[in-house]
């Protein structure tokens, strides 16, 4: 099969299933829900002339305060590419498991994985392009006028595709990991967690400046420089660091992926 065919069959597998969809509205109403919890508390704040209180002066920070939660429906996203494959299928249905069929259709394993992760990029990427300009766009109906600073457009745009790249490099080492587990369990689990509620990173910076180069440290102020965390890379070596982390777990996914029995 051509490279475009193989793609265009991930993209399409991908697409069939619910737990893609419901990474996806992770990523979109819950960036969604928090961004107006936070945008009501900043709104009164600010029309009762308590702007301490607020955390925020603008529409776009206060939306962006809730971007990080879009990591998680990145994570169910790169997970669910992989272990879909090797989830046994009900016994009305044979019990056999979707890798059989997807290495008798394309052999070349590696072929498989660079598919499924341009199909895991390209479905991220739709997912920040509706979530991140969707929960702008409320922080800024609810807050109106209130607003007492804003976000230039350029710095805007930046940490907007800054947000989307944090969210779609997660996605790939979610993948990659999820390559060395063949299950859905752990991965999900342990990257969850760590991007939602206990931060082993942001744990181990406080132990040594290294961890600052892991993955979701490095790239965190793509988002912006608005975190309250001390230390790390700037936006841009962090986007480095990140994408080589990206780059080198995948790499290593497609040697076990290729070497290792179905």
């Keep these: 099969m051509r490279a475009w065919s193989v793609f265009a069959a991930e993209l399409q597998k991908l697409s069939a299933l619910p737990a893609v969809w419901t990474g996806a509205a992770v990523a979109v109403l819950g960036a969604g829900a928090l961004t107006l919890l936070n945008a009501v508390g900043v709104r009164d704040a600010l029309l009762a002339g ?11 920070d206060t939306a962006f305060a809730s971007m990080p939660i879009g990591t998680v429906g990145a994570v169910v996203i790169g997970v669910v590419a992989m272990s879909s494959e090797f989830t046994a299928n009900s016994p009305d249905a044979g019990g056999g498991r979707q890798i059989g069929t997807t290495l008798v259709a394309v052999p070349r ?47 805007a745009v930046r940490r907007c595709l800054g947000a989307a790249l944090y969210w779609t490099l997660t996605a790939l080492l979610a993948l990659a990991v999820t390559v060395f587990t063949r299950s859905g369990v752990v991965p999900l689990l ?39 965390v001390a230390g790390g890379l700037a936006a841009g070596p962090g986007a480095l660091v990140m994408t080589g982390w990206a780059l080198a777990l995948l790499v290593v996914a497609g040697a076990v992926f290729s070497r290792r029995d179905a």
Excluded: C, Q
């Design 50 to 60: 308590r702007p301490e209180d607020s955390g925020y002066g603008s529409a776009f």
């Design 109 to 155: 394993r590696v072929g498989v994985l660079v598919a499924k992760a341009a199909a895991v990029v390209l479905l991220v990427l739709a997912t920040a392009a509706v979530a991140i300009p969707a929960s702008v766009t409320l922080a800024e109906a609810i807050i109106g006028d209130a607003a007492t600073s804003t976000v230039p457009a350029d710095e």
């Design 190 to 228: 342990v990257l969850v967690v760590n991007s939602s509620l206990v931060s082993v990173s942001l744990l181990l910076t406080m132990l040594t400046p290294v961890a600052h180069w892991l993955p979701d440290m490095a790239g965190r102020r793509l988002f912006g420089d608005v975190d309250t």
